[in-house]
Structure formats: structure tokens, C-alpha cells
């Protein structure tokens, strides 16, 4: 089968694919909030809009927010233990060890960043709980939530959001949103469609009978494939009566569910029975998920496309032409789900989670092609579906040994995206789960020893591995006890005992080779930790050569991601043996695989080993533009990959550099790397051009922010400096925000002190008006 590659792209809002209508004061009061209050929660009914006001508020806000406006969507989770997981996956970051939101609290302090928090209503406590502690935690951060209550969190402000404005009974429709926005709508069916003299009234009364609800009057729109708006009118009339005293106390929500209900009834059979079905998705889904988890003898697999495409013609099912997904709205969701009974619920669970196992188990087939890359993006773009088929699996009885088998299959995915700390805790509850005889729990031990050893946990790490080399034995499972002895090496090269480590390797690789060689990327890697352990000692002929061995057996099988480790070992013992050159190109080669590969730790390492490799030819400052970047992205991953060798390496080399540049330009060097996103800081590595030359101190900022700066330093309040350059104070407190920003600064003193150490700094004599426009948040 084959699969869409998701969108790779971080910190961007989705595109809007409809005009936006309305919602002027809404805006405004969001823009007023966020100047008074860093978490603004936007309340009202389901299907009013609030999601789409959020998007377009946090969008006019992209340019106020140096590190990132970032969207995370809740609908799809249930389980409030994994809030700080699902905002970790939103901003890109891996998933160590320890409590999640102390260390998604640890990564936000000191960035200015909005997050947008996308239906909390039922998650409302677990949301609290942790904007509270991200808020405190981030004094740049703020927070826009959509819920259909409060967070009743100190400081929040509320933004009431209602139905759009409908026309009075006999009023003029000019001006009405709802109108507008049905207008709209229309037309996008049905391109002649327009609101003229005859059909004004018939659609200002279909408008008001929808009280103004965005998704109520999309849905009706949708409707005029097939017939009028008289027609609709009529047909609205009934259902209305029908389903109107379900929840009299509630008149919004029972018209937003009386106008589901309708379009449901209009759906054919097989519509009907395929929306229920896919409510089973946490999330976005592909052609593919939706054959294989709602297809059967009632609705056969080669009907499925045929449906859902009508479904998506009625306004149902979202489709992104882009990454060829779908989505369906929470609401709608949720009404389908209500549709089934506990047993179709129930077999439906299933096949979703056995689905995901089939995923996985395509992945690990191909985890030796050079298709891997291709089905670790695929694996990525389904986090929801996983983790919903684990949860499923490990939470309901007879499930559990399904869901071991599982969390196996992701080992290798979990680490190259370096989600090590996720991919640890599934294992430690899979075991917990699962007894003593359960098929796969070796490979389980063996991948919980092999997180604890990333994450320098090696005690546990040990105890772990015993447990494994003893399941393996007892089950005569060669493969696995070879893959346990080099782990255990492992754990010896990381306690500092090469010639330990050595014996291991050996013993692992003997056995690889005597039962059919390195069938996977894990076993390639012995090459590259035998490199490591020579290399540790000091012999570094021998390290060569057990990388060209490992080089020509990754050859043979065309494997990428385990030759790009080897590569970079490589690359690391040139550089030790003095051939700084040779190892900048190895170096380069791995960065742009490992990035391409989405591997996180392999692509932080191959930075590291271009910071080495810039002091050794002469270049102190690119070395440390490096070292602000991959000390922040270690930080993130929390794990010291290589071991305490690799470290002092490292540090060796960043000293050098720093007695070369001096400190205070160190420590600038360090800032602008620090600052770099990803992508910049590996396009930086690769010399493919990225601002902000490493000797120049002012380069990050524009030529606007140095006049800013300079009147910052003459003493001027923000108000002044507006003046004195012709320009809105908001874009005044932008520009002053960007700088501290991009300084790493906290204070104004702090800008001040740095124009002052500047030679002939730039004169703010000019007023092109030219600026960013945004908001000062407190």
C-alpha cells in the first residue's frame, strides 16, 4: 500500500483553505485580551467557530512571537496523562525521560512563543493544570484556548464567542455575517448561486433558523447540490420539531444538533454507516486507514473512496490536498460515535488498533530499504493512531500482549526520532502488563534496556539486559541474545571500558554473522560501536577499519539510517587522527541524511562533529555558532548519546574555540546559534547561506531593530521611540521584543549596555515607517 508523506513543516498554522467572514469584534477583543492576559480562552457552543477565530487571531500574531505560534489540536485525545505529550509532538520536540510538562516547562522558559490550545472542554482540569505551569514557567508565552467552558485558571480572560449576526425578521440582510458567510458558502457549490431580490428572505429565515451557528449554516450550504433553500427551509422545519425539546435548557447546542441530525438524514445508507465508522480516528487518517479499519461485507473496501469523497462533498469529512488526509470535525465526530453500539464500537477499536500494528509491521519490513525514510513520516503523521491503538491495547484485558508486540515494532522508530523517553515508558507499561511467557517480552526488555542506556540510566539499563539475555536463552533465540550482548557492551562503553565493550562487540557481531548476517539497522550499529570503542582507546587504525567493514555491509544490504552512524564514526576518527578535512566531508554527508531521515539525535550529532571540525580547521566562531545549537538541541533530548568520551571530546574542542574568540564574542557566537531553528542551523553547517554572519554581533538584528536599539539606549520610552520614528507604538514594542529575542536579552538595560560596546553604532535618524506590527503582551 502506499502512504502520503505529511508536511514536515514546524511552528506554521494549516493554510485556510474557505474566506474568513465576520468576526471583527472578536478579533479586536482577542488583540485587547492578549495585551492584559497571556491566556485567552475563546468559550462558546460547539460549531460556533472557535477554532477558526483562534487560527486567525494566532495568525495576525505570527510576527510577535520570535520563537513560533504553534496549533495544538486536543479533539483526538482522551487520556489527560499524555496533554503534555500531544503539545511536546505540536513543537517538535522529543520525548525524554522524567514528568513531561516539567520538561515541556523547561523547554519554553525563556521563549517567546503562542500556543494554540484547540478544544480543551474535555480535558478541562489536565488543561489548567498545565497552563498554569507552562504560564508561570514562560514569561513569553502566551496561550489562546477554544473550550465550551472556562479553564477557571488565575489570569485568564474570556472571550465569549457566539452564533454570527443573523438578520432581523423583515430586516435588511446587508451586514449580516450569517448571510455573508452562507453567501459564501453557496457559491463555492454552486458558482451562480447569489443572494438576489427573490431568494433574500428565504435565506435571511434559513440563516436565523440556524441562530447564526458557522457549521450549521456550512452544512446547509453544502445541501444545495441536490436541492433550494426553499427546500431546505422545509426539510429544516421538520427536524427541528422533531429533535427541539431533546435539550430545551441548551437551544444552541440542540439546534447544532438537531442541524447534524438533518444533514445525517439526508446521507445515504452507506454514508451514515461510514461516518459512525470513522469516529473511531483520533485524528487525520488516509484513504488507506479508512478501507482497512471500516470496510466489510456491508460496505466493501473498493466502496469506501466512493463514500467518503461524497462525504467530503456534504461537508462531513475535511480533505488536505497537500498531505491527502482527512479529518472530520470534533462535533461531527462525536455524533457518529454516538451512533454505535458498544459491540460495533468495540470490533471497530480493534481493527483500528490492529491497522496500526499492520502499519507498524510494514515499516519494520522496510527498515533495511531505502523506503525507511518514507515510513518513519508516515509513522510520524499517525502519533495519535498509535498511541490510541497502545492505549487501547495495554488498557483492555486480553489486548495486552498485542499491544507488547506493538510497542516492539516502534523500538527503532521511537529512537531515531528521538523519542526515547515515550518509547521507555511504553515498554516499562507494556511489561507491567504482560507476563513472563509473553512472545516478544525479550525484545521488549531489550528495548527498555536500550532507552535507559541513551538516557545514562545504565543501572537499570543492566538489569534490564540481564532479564533479556536470560528470556533469550531460555527461548534459544540467537538473534535476540546477540542484539542483548551488544547493548550490554554498550553500557560497558558508556561506564568508560573499552576493552570490556570490545569483547562484547565481538561476541555480537560472531553471532550476527553466524545467523545470517545483520538483518537489521540496530545490528549494523555494531560496526559503528566497535568504532567508538577503539577509537576510545586510542587505536585508531583498527576503528577505521571496523567502519569501512560496517560502510561495505550497509552497502550490501542498501541500508541508510545504521551507514550514516557509521559514516559519521568515520568521519569522527579522521578527525581524531588529524584529518579534519576528509571528516567535515563525512560530516556533511551524514547531516543532510540524517536531517532528510528526520532523525533527530543522528542529525544533532552530526552537528557536533561539524563543531569539531570547524575548530580544527581554523574557524573558533562557526565552531561555537554550532555549540549554541546543539548544546539547546541536547538539552531537548536530554540524553548523552555517545557517552561521557564523546562529552569530553566535545567540551575539549568548545574551549579551545572560546580561548580562541575571546568571551565576549564566545558568547555571542553561542546566542546566535542558540537561536537557530533547525533548518537554519543545518543549511549554517552545510555553508548554505544563512543570515547572521558568525563576526558580526549586530548582523541578527535589521537595520530598523539597530535604530530601535540605539534609541533604547539614549533612554527613549517605547511611545518616544514610536514617535521619533514616525512609526505605531505597537510597532515600537515589536521591534523591542524581536530584540531581546534575538540578543537573548531580558531587559532593556541589557540592550542598552550591548549599544554601548558597539563601535559607531547606527544613527536612528531616518523614519521609512517601515515595521512589524504587534502587541506588547504582558
Given at each position: ?10 511552528g506554521r ?13 472578536e ?9 492584559e ?28 512571537f520570535p ?9 483526538g ?6 496533554l ?7 513543537l ?25 490550545l484547540?478544544?480543551?472542554?474535555h ?12 504560564v508561570?514557567?514562560?514569561p ?11 479553564l477557571?485558571v488565575i489570569?485568564?480572560t ?6 454570527l ?15 455573508a ?7 463555492a ?8 431580490d427573490?431568494g ?17 449554516i456550512?452544512?446547509a ?8 433553500v ?14 427541539g ?10 439546534t ?8 445525517h438524514d ?7 454507516l ?30 469506501v473512496?466512493?463514500?467518503?469523497s ?26 457518529g ?11 471497530l ?7 496500526v ?51 516492539v ?13 515515550e518509547?521507555?515508558a511504553?515498554?516499562?507499561?507494556a511489561?507491567?502488563?504482560t507476563?513472563?511467557g ?8 531489550f ?6 542506556i ?6 537499570d ?18 538473534v ?12 560497558r ?7 570490556g565493550a570490545?569483547?562484547l ?5 560472531d553471532?550476527?554473522a553466524r ?20 577509537a576510545?582507546?586510542?587505536d ?10 560496517g560502510l ?7 541500508e ?9 564514526m ?5 578527525w581524531?587522527?588529524?584529518?579534519a578535512?576528509?571528516?567535515r ?5 551524514v547531516l543532510?541524511l ?6 533527530l ?5 552530526a552537528?557536533?562533529?561539524?563543531l569539531?571540525?570547524?575548530?580544527a ?14 548544546r ?23 574551549a ?6 575571546g ?7 553561542r546566542?546566535?546559534g ?40 539614549e533612554g ?8 521619533r ?16 529575542a ?20 547606527v ?13 506588547k503582551l504582558?
Open positions: 500500500m502506499t502512504h502520503a508523506v505529511p508536511d514536515q513543516r514546524t498554522l494549516p493554510a485556510e483553505v474557505t474566506s474568513f467572514i465576520g468576526r471583527r469584534d478579533l479586536a477583543a482577542i488583540e485587547r485580551a492578549l495585551g492576559s497571556r491566556l485567552v480562552t475563546l468559550c462558546g457552543p460547539g460549531g460556533v467557530g472557535k477554532s477558526r477565530l483562534a487560527l486567525r487571531a494566532a495568525a495576525a500574531l505570527h510576527g510577535v520563537d513560533g505560534v504553534h496549533l495544538v489540536e486536543l479533539s485525545l482522551r487520556d489527560p496523562a499524555l503534555a505529550d500531544a503539545i511536546a509532538d505540536a517538535r520536540l522529543p520525548h525524554p525521560a522524567g514528568d513531561p510538562l516539567d520538561l515541556l516547562a523547561e523547554h519554553l522558559a525563556g521563549r517567546r512563543a503562542l500556543l494554540v484547540d478544544t480543551c472542554e480535558l478541562v482540569d489536565a488543561c489548567a493544570l498545565l497552563v498554569e505551569v507552562l508561570r514557567a514562560s513569553g508565552l502566551a496561550i489562546i484556548a477554544t473550550s465550551r467552558e472556562p477557571d489570569g485568564e474570556t472571550v465569549p464567542v457566539g452564533p449576526a443573523v438578520p432581523p425578521p423583515g430586516g435588511p440582510v446587508e451586514g449580516s455575517d450569517a448571510v458567510l452562507f453567501a459564501d458558502r453557496a457559491a457549490i454552486c458558482p451562480a448561486f447569489a443572494v438576489d427573490a433574500r428572505e428565504a435565506v435571511a429565515q434559513l440563516c436565523r433558523r440556524l441562530d447564526g451557528i458557522p457549521l450549521a456550512e452544512l450550504a453544502a445541501r444545495l447540490r441536490v436541492m433550494s426553499e427546500q431546505l427551509l422545509a426539510r429544516l422545519g421538520d427536524r427541528f420539531r422533531l429533535l425539546t431533546a435539550r430545551a435548557a441548551q437551544p444552541r447546542h440542540q447544532l444538533r438537531a442541524t447534524v441530525s438533518w444533514s439526508l446521507c445515504t445508507a452507506d454514508e451514515r461510514l461516518w459512525a465508522r470513522l469516529s473511531v480516528f483520533p485524528g487525520a487518517f488516509d484513504l488507506e486507514a479508512a478501507e482497512a479499519v471500516c470496510a466489510d461485507e456491508r460496505l466493501p473496501a473498493g466502496a473512496l466512493g463514500v467518503l461524497r462525504l467530503v462533498d456534504k461537508s462531513v469529512v475535511r480533505y488536505h490536498p497537500v498531505r491527502q488526509r482527512y479529518r472530520m470535525l470534533a462535533t461531527l465526530a462525536e455524533f460515535a454516538e451512533l454505535l453500539d458498544d459491540g460495533a464500537r468495540a470490533a477499536v480493534r481493527r483500528h488498533r490492529d491497522h500494528i499492520a502499519l507498524a509491521e510494514e515499516a519494520d519490513a522496510h527498515r533495511l530499504a531505502r523506503a525507511r525514510p518514507a515510513w518513519a513520516r508516515v509513522l510520524r503523521a499517525a502519533g495519535a493512531d498509535l498511541r490510541t491503538a497502545l492505549e487501547w491495547s495495554l488498557a483492555t484485558p486480553g489486548e495486552e500482549e498485542a499491544g507488547l508486540r506493538l510497542a515494532l516502534l523500538r527503532e522508530f521511537w529512537c531515531a526520532a528521538g523519542r526515547f523517553g518509547g521507555r511504553w515498554f516499562r507499561r511489561l507491567a502488563r507476563g513472563d509473553a512472545p516478544g517480552r525479550g525484545w521488549a526488555l528495548g527498555a534496556g536500550q532507552f535507559a541513551v538516557q545514562d540510566d545504565l543501572d539499563a543492566a538489569d534490564l539486559l540481564a532479564e533479556a539475555l536470560r528470556t533469550a536463552e531460555d527461548a534459544g533465540d540467537a535476540l541474545r546477540a542484539h542483548v550482548v551488544q547493548a550490554q557492551g554498550r553500557v562503553y558508556h561506564r568508560g571500558d573499552p576493552e570490545i569483547e562487540y565481538r561476541r555480537a557481531e553471532a550476527y545467523d545470517g548476517g545483520h538483518r537489521d539497522p540496530t545490528a549494523l550499529l555494531v560496526f559503528c560501536d566497535l568504532g567508538a570503542a577503539h576510545m582507546r586510542g585508531l587504525a583498527e576503528a577505521a577499519a571496523c567502519c569501512e567493514r561495505a555491509a550497509c552497502d550490501r544490504t542498501g541508510q539510517w545504521a551507514r550514516a552512524f557509521v559514516q559519521w568515520r568521519g569522527g576518527v579522521r581524531l587522527a588529524g584529518d578535512e576528509s571528516a566531508r563525512d560530516a556533511r554527508a543532510r540524517q536531517h532528510e531521515q528526520g532523525d539525535p543522528g542529525t544533532v550529532m552537528l557536533d562533529l561539524l569539531v571540525t570547524a575548530q580547521l581554523g574557524d573558533p566562531a562557526r565552531a561555537l555558532v554550532l555549540a549554541g545549537t546543539t539547546r538541541l541536547w538539552t531537548e533530548l536530554r540524553a548523552p548519546v555517545r557517552g561521557p568520551f564523546y562529552a569530553a571530546l566535545r567540551t575539549e574542542a568548545i579551545a574555540a572560546e580561548a580562541a574568540l568571551p565576549d564574542a564566545a558568547r555571542a557566537a546566542r546566535r542558540a537561536a537557530f531553528p533547525l533548518a537554519d542551523a543545518v543549511a549554517y553547517a552545510l555553508g548554505e547561506g544563512v543570515p547572521a554572519a558568525a563576526d558580526d554581533d549586530g548582523a541578527v538584528l535589521t537595520r530598523r531593530e539597530r535604530e530601535v536599539a540605539l534609541l533604547v539606549a527613549l520610552t517605547n511611545r518616544a521611540i514610536a514617535g520614528l514616525v512609526i505605531a507604538k505597537r510597532t515600537a514594542d515589536s521591534h523591542i521584543e524581536h530584540i531581546l534575538k540578543l537573548g536579552f531580558t531587559s532593556r538595560t541589557q540592550i542598552a549596555a550591548w549599544i554601548a560596546s558597539r563601535p559607531a553604532p544613527r536612528a535618524d531616518s523614519a521609512d515607517g517601515t515595521g512589524h506590527a504587534g502587541r504582558s
